[in-house]
């Protein structure tokens, strides 16, 4: 079993970065993890996933913008955003998890960290 705290969020303007960072405790190289991100009133939607042995994915929205990384010595996650839209706005949640038949299945979540893009 594994925890995972987000941290890193905040407000910044159109075209900015942010670097989100999750830490995990537990046996985090082992998993599989992701970063997914929630508006209110919409479904939770995948923003990019990194399995254990580092290869990402990412969905369209952010592909070529957003980052995925993890340092499993540490027990750290990253999600590096660049080029910044107010459509990324939302809250963001680390997850860890396992890919089934390559579909990737969060099983531990963190408790989210809220970026706003806004001037």
């Known amino acids: 079993q594994v925890q995972l705290v987000e941290s890193g969020g905040g407000l910044v303007q159109p075209g900015g970065s942010l670097r989100l960072s999750c830490t995990v405790s537990g046996r985090f190289s082992i998993y599989s993890a992701g970063w997914y991100r929630q508006v209110p009133g919409k479904q939770r939607e995948r923003v990019a996933t990194i399995t254990a042995d580092g290869k990402e994915k990412y969905e369209d929205s952010v592909k070529g913008r957003f980052s995925v990384s993890r340092d499993n010595a540490k027990n750290l996650m990253y999600l590096q955003m660049n080029s910044l839209r107010p459509e990324d706005t939302a809250v963001y949640y680390c997850?860890?998890?396992?890919?089934?038949?390559?579909?990737?299945?969060?099983?531990?979540w963190g408790q989210g960290t809220q970026v706003t893009v806004a001037s």
């Open positions: 997850n860890a998890g396992r890919h089934y038949y390559g579909a990737y299945m969060p099983d531990y």
